[in-house]
């Protein structure tokens, strides 16, 4: 963003950033989608259905009415309804199949955001390390008390990644010890 952007924000700026920013991430989630293999497409559609309400209603109709008509005279699969049952498992087999697709790509889809989302909050944080000092020089130009930049200056160091880690797992372990 130019500089004269940033000074002389009018109203809406914000939201138009982040307008073009959403629109980017979703262009880009969309070509990795239309980048996936056709299996995978195909299940993630079959799962998008599948996981309707109305999916489920048609298949409360479908079974009802599969129990009336093998409850009369016309019956081809009398009651326990073996057919049935076969059709019922094998939908479930490959239905299971599609989500487990579907759960992998998501799962995938996640892994990358999270990085994303890592690397630009390492990125923040060394930005932000390097304005604080850059205030902390500015501090000592203006002749500011150490008291009040002591906690300026707390922060104007890189943060290591893997002490924060390291905080974290040690802080898991005290309050829900691994068993």
């Known amino acids: 963003m130019p500089q004269d952007e940033l000074t002389n924000r009018r109203p809406g700026a914000i939201e138009e950033f982040t307008r073009r920013n959403i629109e980017s991430i979703l262009r880009m989630e969309r070509e990795r989608q239309g980048k996936q293999p056709l299996a995978a497409r195909i299940a993630s559609a079959i799962a998008g259905v599948c996981s309707r309400g109305t999916t489920l209603l048609l298949h409360a109709g479908f079974f009802a009415a599969w129990i009336l008509l093998n409850s009369t005279a016309l019956a081809f699969d009398p009651y326990p309804f073996t057919f049935l049952t076969l059709l019922v498992s094998l939908e479930a087999i490959f239905l299971s199949f599609f989500i487990m697709v579907v759960q ?23 930005e932000m390390t390097v304005m604080l000092r850059l205030l902390g020089k500015i501090a000592d130009r203006l002749e500011i008390s150490d008291d009040d930049q002591r906690e300026v200056r707390k922060f104007a160091h890189n943060t290591d990644p893997h002490a924060v880690l390291e905080q974290i797992v040690t802080a898991e372990d005290v309050v829900a010890p691994r068993t």
Do not use: C, F, G, T
Request: hydrophobic share 25%; no cysteine.
């Open 104 to 126: 992998n790509n998501s799962s995938q889809m996640n892994e990358r955001r999270h990085h994303l989302d890592l690397q630009i909050n390492l990125l923040n944080e060394r």
